[in-house]
Every structure is written in structure tokens, then in C-alpha cells.
């Protein structure tokens, strides 16, 4: 499942799967590379995406100073981070590991 616009609280922080989440922007060459990683692991996972320049506010909350940022929430926090370019085999034991 991916979501491109939704509800913060409820599709993330009140969720009841873990949920990764790809801070990004369009100007952003590693976001773009990491397009087909995100498609890939959201056929399995729920995972949302979050254009740091449309929603500035929610990336200031998380103290995004580089992109792409992937978060992983699980119960409204933050149990796993990266910034850039990260391995889909990496996110998807971690996505396993926690669901």
C-alpha cells in the first residue's frame, strides 16, 4: 500500500502495522533512485510518502535536514531511520522483523 496523501495520525502514529515512511522531494536525485525500492517494498507493506517541500511543518517535526530520510513507525514511534540511498533487503528484514 502506498499513500502519497493522507492522514498523519491516523495512517502513521495510530496505525497498527509498522509503517515506513520516505521524506522526499522531486528535485531530489537519490529520492528518484529510490522510486522503485519504496514501489517495491509497498506491494508488502504499508508505506507512505511525505514531499518535504509541500509538507514542511512534518518534516521540521522530525528534524529532516536530509532527504531521503526513511522512517519506520511502529505504535506512533520512530524504531528505525535512515538517511539515503538504502538497500531494499535492509528495509524489507527490518519492515519483517517489526511486523
Not at 70 to 84: P, S
Request: aromatic share 8%; with cysteine.
Amino acid at each position: 500500500m502506498l499513500l502519497h496523501k493522507f492522514k498523519w495520525n491516523q495512517e502513521v502514529l495510530q496505525s497498527k502495522e509498522p509503517v515506513l515512511v520516505d521524506f522526499w522531494a522531486e528535485w531530489c536525485g537519490p529520492c528518484r533512485s529510490m522510486n522503485p525500492t519504496i514501489e517495491a517494498l509497498a506491494r508488502d507493506f504499508k508505506v507512505c510518502k511525505v514531499n518535504v517541500d509541500k509538507n514542511q511543518e512534518l518534516a521540521t517535526r522530525y528534524n529532516i535536514s536530509s532527504i531521503p530520510a526513511l522512517m519506520i513507525f511502529k505504535d506512533g514511534r520512530i524504531v528505525a531511520q535512515h538517511v539515503g540511498v538504502v538497500p531494499e533487503a535492509t528495509l524489507r528484514a527490518e519492515m519483517e522483523r517489526l511486523g
